[in-house]
């Protein structure tokens, strides 16, 4: 069963850090692909991060490359998501997601469609 559930988000400043949790059930994390997408308020959804937890590899969304770190923990099944160098358009809420199909297509397109995830926390950016 695919259980995901997010901590760590709130208000931040510009400029500020935030760092995001998520604990993942077994299954969930026995997935090949983790990661983070996000949705502002009145606009789409849009990947953040992933990260191919075999290998790995992490993948960014441009706009938050240099700035977001996505990073795992196999022993306490969770993922993580730094944030520095907040922007208010980084005001969202942020989902944990799996991707259920191989890693190979880890990261690429709308990923969290293929799998399930978290019921999301709200990250608010100001100055």
């Known amino acids: 069963q695919v259980q995901l559930e997010e901590s760590g988000g709130g208000p931040a400043q510009v400029g500020g850090s935030l760092r995001l949790s998520c604990t993942a059930s077994p299954y969930a994390y026995a997935s090949d692909c983790l990661g983070w997408f996000r949705q502002a308020p009145g606009q789409g959804r849009e990947g953040v991060a992933a990260v191919a937890t075999g290998g790995g590899e992490t993948y960014y969304a441009d706009s938050v490359k240099g700035r977001f770190t996505i990073s795992h923990d196999n022993a306490k099944k969770q993922v993580y998501l730094q944030m520095n160098s907040l922007k208010p358009e980084d005001t969202a809420v942020y989902f944990c997601?799996?991707?259920?199909?191989?890693?190979?297509?880890?990261?690429?397109?709308?990923?969290?469609?293929?799998?399930?995830w978290g019921q999301g926390t709200l990250v608010t950016v100001s100055s």
């Open positions: 997601a799996v991707d259920l199909r191989s890693a190979e297509n880890c990261g690429s397109g709308s990923w969290w469609e293929f799998g399930d």
